[in-house]
């Protein structure tokens, strides 16, 4: 999902017959040519991404550099560090040799599927919850613009309407259809970041008493 989209974006993508829903995830796999002019995107190694023009163009690091990028584990800033404490660190918070020493320990003690696994359901939480919060400012939108005609003021001080059969009515079905879809997803992974975790905790206190 583009990062800070709003609701006039997701507006659009229902009226040129696009269902958001269906680019959920955290992966960097969608080809270049199915994102919109304009769109931005952060790849797994935390790269940030826009297509301007028809190409991909990397964005500046101006961000990372303001924001610091402490290791949770050791506190040191990585942002001072290589290559590969920015491929971990955005995943993570840890830096790459924390990552390593974290990720030996949980082998050895047998816990490092189950871990991954929890850090996988928690990545695609984050990403869900973000859709579910713009599809209900998208929701009550509809839900106030019913029976009024699709009219938006642009960026530039133009105004934008659209005509034909598309509504709010139908714009408010769909992204209904949609937040159910997040919400039962919601539930699925709450449930099995819980059996999870137990399952984690269990193990490791077996481990640590062996």
């Not at 659009?12 to 269906?22: E, Q, S, T």
Request: charged share 40%.
């Amino acid at each position: 999902m583009k990062e800070g989209k709003s609701n006039l974006e997701i507006i659009k993508d229902y009226l040129d017959g696009n269902r958001p829903i269906i680019q959920v995830g955290y992966s960097d796999d969608i080809s270049l040519q199915d994102r919109k002019e304009g769109e931005e995107w952060e790849d797994s190694k935390g790269n940030k991404w826009i297509k301007k023009n028809g190409v991909k163009k990397r964005l500046s690091k101006k961000a990372k550099i303001i924001n610091r990028k402490i290791c949770k584990a050791c506190n040191a800033d990585t942002r001072w560090g290589n290559y590969l404490d920015d491929r971990v660190w955005p995943k993570t918070q840890l830096c790459y040799d924390c990552f390593i020493e974290e990720e030996t320990r949980l082998k050895i003690n047998g816990t490092w599927e189950l871990h991954n696994n929890i850090r996988d359901l928690k990545n695609e939480k984050s990403v869900l919850s973000e859709y579910r919060n713009k599809f209900n400012e998208t929701q009550k939108w509809c839900e106030e613009n019913k029976g009024k005609p699709l009219e938006f003021m642009n960026e530039d001080g133009t105004m934008e309407k659209w005509e034909g059969d598309n509504s709010a009515e139908k714009i408010l079905e769909d992204v209904t259809k949609d937040l159910d879809i997040i919400n039962k997803r919601l539930d699925e992974i709450d449930g099995f970041i819980k059996k999870l975790e137990t399952e984690y905790e269990s193990k490791s206190k077996r481990n640590n008493k062996a």
